[in-house]
């Protein structure tokens, strides 16, 4: 059965299709869960209830939309595993703050004081281009390459908004008396 078959198959509620979509498509998806969420418990439960959360969204799709499968799947996927992380960001530990806020200023500026929802605030204010980057560098661990290749942007792009974004944060944290 090839992708578009598979596709339509899906979309028509068919339980054969929805668990070759799965066959075929598990590793990829847990490498999108992995890759965020850092752990395979966390990765291997997001990816159960990101594909529930996809047979869902296929079951609401015109069978006859063409759509590159392997694309959509991992944008669906991408885009659940990050609300997950944004459901999770109170569970943080300080020690992650504290990694942020290291990309953000230099050490003799940090100042343990800092709250942590201040910081996920600060970070979640900025504005969706300079958030995604900040959080696929700074967060991730990605590189610029990478990001730009993600996001669909040019590299040189991806690093004037992780420096847009820096700056932002770092001005934020002055005007809240944070760093000098």
């Not at 300079?130 to 290749?149: G, P, R, S, W």
């Amino acid at each position: 059965m090839n992708d578009n078959e598979l596709f339509s198959g899906c979309v028509n509620g068919n339980t054969q299709a929805q668990g070759l979509l799965y066959e075929r498509y598990n590793k990829h998806l847990f490498k999108i869960c992995l890759k965020y969420l850092g752990n395979e418990f966390d990765a291997d439960d997001c990816l159960q209830d990101g594909f529930l959360h996809i047979l869902n969204k296929l079951t609401k799709m015109d069978a006859t939309t063409n759509i590159k499968l392997n694309g959509w799947l991992s944008v669906v996927m991408r885009n659940y595993t990050l609300d997950v992380l944004r459901k999770q960001k109170n569970e943080m530990s300080f020690d992650s703050v504290e990694n942020f806020t290291s990309q953000l200023v230099d050490e003799e500026e940090f100042t343990t004081s800092i709250s942590q929802n201040i910081l996920l605030e600060l970070i979640d204010n900025l504005s969706p281009q300079f958030n995604k980057v900040f959080k696929m560098y700074a967060i991730d661990e990605l590189t610029h390459k990478d990001i730009a290749k993600e996001l669909g942007i040019s590299e040189s792009t991806s690093k004037t908004n992780y420096h847009r974004a820096r700056k932002k944060l770092k001005k934020a944290l002055f005007h809240l008396d944070i760093i000098d």
